[in-house]
């Protein structure tokens, strides 16, 4: 007898696969809207810092991807997995991933993003894109909302803290100020009740505890350059802050709102500030993104299995 089949669509924000792709990538985040010369020089030059030519960004999804299709078909060997990329801002769109499974003669699937923590403009927007998709293509869609305080997700967010630590000198271990980051978003959030920030809070302090962290805070980071305010503080204010008001001379990032290497961290951690930290004489080091750790994959595996 045939096994089952259930489709998986991995969601995720996107990035261009190469230098060429980045116009029309930031066009798409906005909304048609091409990009000054100004802002798409920026942008390049951000992309170029960190790739050098060489563009690995898509192929840490394509890995992730890869991971918990293995994952999904170990721990639930009843069933067979297809998982399906479908990203927000580049090729495969959402849409696009859930067209391929109906093509594929997939009837049930479920679809989660590669983020931990739910908000209606995030999360929330990738859901009701590939419902519609789903709707119109007859292929029956639940959805993960978040996982940000599933055990193994907090476990291999601590072990990454521990490991971390060992790179400050012993006598400063002590004295290290861990900040937890996550992608900003606007502050209207806050008027919508949305569970975005105190599931970060929820998150940090879980890490926190289990790491044995006694002196941690919370900061966002990479907001977007709108005329709307966008959620604070900044990281970059909040190293210049503890720096001034505290003397904090080591700091641990923990970037809990990001699961693999991309722009975000690559450059707004490892150059920015990192270049801030350098500025005001400080230790900074941050903690390696989740990637395929299996812990990681297991999470989402988990999760997954819910819904069959």
């Known amino acids: 007898m045939a096994k089952r089949t259930m489709g998986v669509l991995v969601m995720s924000y996107g990035t261009p696969e190469s230098m060429d792709q980045i116009e029309a990538y930031y066009t798409h985040i906005r909304r048609g809207n091409a990009p000054s ?10 992309y170029e810092a960190i790739v050098g030519g060489f563009f690995p960004l898509r192929e840490n999804t394509n890995k992730q991807v890869a991971a918990l299709e293995e994952t999904l078909n170990r721990e639930h060997p009843d069933l067979t997995f297809r998982c399906y990329q479908g990203l927000k801002h580049a090729s495969p769109f959402i849409e696009d991933g859930v067209h391929q499974m109906a093509e594929d003669g997939i009837q049930e699937a479920i679809g989660v993003v590669l983020a931990p923590h739910y908000s209606i403009m995030s999360v929330g927007g990738y859901i009701k894109r590939a419902q519609e998709a789903a709707a119109a293509a007859n292929v029956n869609m639940q959805f993960v909302k978040h996982y940000h305080l599933h055990p193994l997700l ?48 929820e998150t940090s302090k879980a890490v926190a505890d289990q790491a044995g962290v006694v002196s941690w805070q919370f900061a966002w980071q990479s907001a977007g350059r709108t005329a709307t305010p966008w959620l604070g503080p900044d990281i970059l204010d909040v190293l210049e802050t503890i720096h001034e008001e505290e003397q904090v001379k080591h700091v641990l990032i923990c970037p809990i709102g990001f699961v693999s290497d991309h722009l975000e961290i690559l450059y707004d951690i490892d150059i920015e ?3 801030k930290a350098k500025e005001l004489g400080m230790q900074l080091e941050r903690t390696e993104s989740l990637g395929t750790d299996p812990l990681y994959m297991r999470t989402l595996s988990d999760v997954i299995g819910q819904f069959v």
């Open 37 to 46: 010369p100004e802002q798409l020089q920026e942008l390049t030059e951000r």
């Open 154 to 201: 907090i476990q291999a967010l601590s072990d990454r803290v521990k490991r971390a630590m060992a790179r400050f000198a012993e006598p400063d271990r002590s004295r290290v100020r861990v900040i937890f980051t996550a992608h900003s978003l606007p502050a209207q959030i806050l008027q919508m009740n949305d569970p975005y920030p105190d599931q970060m809070m």
């Open 273 to 275: 500030c990192q270049g």
